[in-house]
């Protein structure tokens, strides 16, 4: 049986608060001239990242609260189901240039130039999950700085190289770890690394996140 991880959710829900109140700090100050987010425009929602296990099982139960059946589920698990195939191939190739003794950091600068469609994008441009979205989601039109490298929205009204606030997403992302790894703790898992997993959005929607997964108890025995 999973315990009761709702205080684990109910500090991220803070955190993301926390973050949503530093982007309208954000555009409060630098205006819609440089903030330039609005309705309909889905450039962050072709970007390339993975989740933490907190916000993974989080977006997972919002996904299931919100679409528990239907048609709408339906297209939303195959778009994750192709998404997911995509990235393998993707990962795939990537290991392979790996294995030629092409440079890690070409080889990651070529990663973050892929672009592919959340599933969550529906047709018409709009969030599927738009209240349950993650950090990166609400942050990405704002300029950011992780690990000592700066990124900026290219549709935004933000130059590279200037002088404006920055999230520091290296603290965020720490925050999102603790409450990982307190999940691990929390059901007590076999897998001493659980609060390691990272996974993208497509196969956190089409993950089950139950005990075996969790590594809750004693494993199964093979027959």
Do not use: W
């Amino acid at each position: 049986m999973i315990p009761d991880l709702s205080p684990i959710f109910t500090a991220y829900e803070k955190l993301r608060d926390q973050v949503d109140g530093i982007f309208a700090q954000v555009l409060a100050s630098q205006g819609p001239e440089r903030v330039t987010c609005r309705k309909g425009c889905s450039d962050c929602c072709h970007a390339l990242f993975d989740l933490t296990l907190v916000e993974a099982m989080y977006v997972n139960k919002a996904f299931g609260k919100a679409y528990g059946f239907g048609p709408e589920r339906s297209a939303i698990l195959e778009r994750a189901s192709e998404v997911d195939r995509k990235l393998a191939r993707l990962k795939r190739d990537l290991f392979r240039e790996e294995k030629k003794g092409i440079a890690p950091e070409s080889i990651m600068k070529e990663a973050a130039g892929e672009r592919m469609r959340c599933p969550l994008l529906g047709d018409d441009g709009l969030c599927a999950l738009y209240d349950a979205r993650p950090i990166t989601c609400r942050v990405y039109g704002i300029p950011t700085v992780i690990a000592g490298q700066g990124h900026v929205c290219g549709l935004s009204g933000f130059d590279k190289g200037g002088q404006y606030p920055t999230v520091k997403l290296d603290k965020i992302h720490a925050a999102l770890d603790d409450m990982s790894l307190a999940i691990e703790r929390g059901v007590k898992s076999r897998f001493d690394k659980l609060h390691e997993v990272y996974m993208p959005l497509s196969m956190a929607l089409l993950t089950d996140f139950d005990e075996q997964f969790l590594g809750i108890g004693p494993a199964k025995k093979e027959d």
